[in-house]
């Protein structure tokens, strides 16, 4: 501050005094003591208000037995995730593994035998009776339709209760299985199936006996495919069994002319052995044939034959399916079940009608010819392959497609040759005519209708297919055979109402 004399004085700040310090300090105590209720006043502090009011005590503790219970129901969950981890084992089944319709047929088949044996049981010891009576019976079923179709042509319909969609449990080895099937509402597989699992859980001490099960489920699904022929068929992006397995066909149950069969049979047996040889000299380990010849020659006939007898299956593709695409072929060609032959039956017709416009405006097949070029010899086809290939007409193949590498062996089924002709006939008489007195009429009657031009003639007019139609309508009656011999010459069609030509012709 400037005096009246221009001293400028400076004021210097004073101290509170003692006495306020003190006031503020005693206020805060007494804030203090009011807050933990420790003060002089009746009604208490803030915490004693809060511990002596009943609906905050009654909220505090609900909250804390709510937590304690959240806790303690999560230290369950941990600790029963923990023991389960411990003591259990699960084994998970898709339904795009092979795996699983052996499973389904296995459950089936040890539901019907524990029936049985509940059945029988005066027979079983008293634990044992517990025990089944114990077991749960299945409760949730699905049923298979299976169809059969007679020698006479009438259908059998029969009717399989299988393990449906649900939880199950089993007995097996005195070991207890829980079985889950689910089946996914909104998921689908790619053939447009709906998704499935089956989730299989025991004890981990007793986890051995899903090797012995699943063993016996295999062993059990190829005792009811054995002496048969699967046949596959392209369903999507995979190959699904086609109808009931076919009995094998006997392999001398096809004639093919002298030397041919035993020709296409060794090279492939050949081929089978030499995987070693294929894989040290860094050549694709694959092998094409082409069976060519006009209808009725016994083409499709030999390759079921050779399957049957190599215990082989067959897949078969057609290549004018509508959607069938370059890389669908291609892909379907490289996941071939194993111990599988391919065949494509008519490759001719797949590319005979490409540029024709159909009502619907569909313009024949997808695949082009690149894309089956590829799919049979290109950077990214498959081995241990061995495909078939049938034409009635090889004229119209480009020769691209039955070059070395595609086709290994090319080989012409024609019309029935004179061997041909002898060893069906001695097939299906060789005991109604021993002698073979019946067979000189027979080839008499063909070279008076010129089916044989001349006595010395080695191939016929007419096909296997035509013979052994004829020969299958006359069975057991070699006479018959003679006398209806004249449907086999060029442009007359078969007919079982012969009489008025037979008649006429004496």
Do not use: C
């Not at 203090?32 to 009654?58: C, D």
């Not at 699943?214 to 992006?237: P, R």
């Not at 296409?264 to 092998?287: A, C, H, M, N, T």
């Not at 083409?299 to 509508?322: T, V």
Request: aromatic fraction near 10%.
């Amino acid at each position: 501050m400037q005096s009246d004399n221009g001293v400028v004085t400076v004021a210097s700040s004073q101290p509170p005094p003692a006495a306020s310090l003190n006031d503020a300090a005693a206020q805060k105590a007494d804030f203090v003591r009011l807050f933990a209720g420790g003060g002089s006043s009746t009604e208490g502090g803030l915490i004693a208000q809060l511990a002596n009011n009943p609906l905050f005590t009654a909220g505090f503790g609900l909250a804390g037995l709510g937590a304690l219970a959240t806790f303690g129901q999560r230290g369950l969950r941990h600790g029963a995730a923990l023991l389960r981890r411990r003591l259990l084992v699960d084994v998970e089944i898709n339904v795009r593994d092979d795996s699983y319709p052996w499973f389904l047929y296995w459950m089936t088949l040890h539901e019907r035998g524990r029936m049985a044996s509940s059945a029988a049981q005066g027979k079983q010891g008293v634990f044992e009776s517990v025990l089944q009576r114990l077991t749960p019976r299945m409760r949730h079923l699905a049923i298979e339709t299976e169809k059969r179709e007679l020698p006479n042509g009438a259908i059998h319909t029969t009717f399989v209760l299988i393990p449906g969609p649900g939880r199950h449990v089993l007995r097996y080895r005195n070991a207890w299985i829980w079985v889950n099937r689910q089946r996914e509402a909104k998921q689908f597989s790619m053939d447009g199936k709906p998704w499935e699992t089956v989730t299989l859980t025991t004890l981990y001490s007793q986890r051995h006996v899903f090797e012995s099960l699943f063993k016996e489920a295999h062993e059990m699904a190829t005792q009811a495919v054995e002496g048969k022929t699967v046949i596959y068929t392209a369903w999507g992006t995979k190959w699904d069994k086609f109808g009931h397995p076919r009995s094998k066909r006997p392999l001398e149950s096809v004639i093919l002319d002298e030397g041919v069969k035993e020709k296409i049979v060794d090279d492939v047996q050949d081929f089978l052995g030499s995987s070693k040889w294929y894989y040290e000299r860094g050549i694709p380990y694959r092998r094409g044939y082409l069976l060519y010849g006009p209808p009725g020659t016994g083409k499709s006939s030999f390759i079921q034959a050779l399957a049957g007898h190599l215990n082989y299956d067959i897949a078969m593709l057609n290549l004018s399916e509508r959607g069938l695409t370059d890389d669908r072929l291609n892909h379907l060609l490289t996941v071939i079940p194993q111990r599988t032959l391919v065949l494509l039956e008519d490759v001719d017709a797949a590319f005979a009608n490409r540029r024709q416009v159909e009502v619907d405006g569909y313009q024949g097949a997808n695949v082009t010819f690149s894309g089956l070029l590829n799919a049979l010899d290109g950077v990214g086809s498959a081995e241990e392959r061995i495909i078939f290939l049938t034409t009635n007409h090889v004229d119209r193949l480009d020769e691209a497609l039955v070059r070395p590498g595609r086709v290994d062996m090319t080989v012409r089924l024609g019309e029935a040759t004179t061997y041909q002709i002898e060893q069906l006939w001695q097939r299906f008489y060789n005991e109604a005519d021993p002698n073979g007195e019946v067979e000189k009429k027979f080839f008499s009657k063909l070279q008076e209708i010129d089916v044989l031009s001349g006595p010395d003639a080695r191939v016929s007019r007419t096909s296997m297919a035509a013979l052994q139609g004829l020969f299958l309508y006359n069975k057991g009656n070699p006479g018959g055979a003679v006398d209806m011999a004249w449907q086999l010459s060029p442009g007359e069609l078969p007919s079982s109402l012969t009489q008025s030509r037979v008649s006429a012709s004496r």
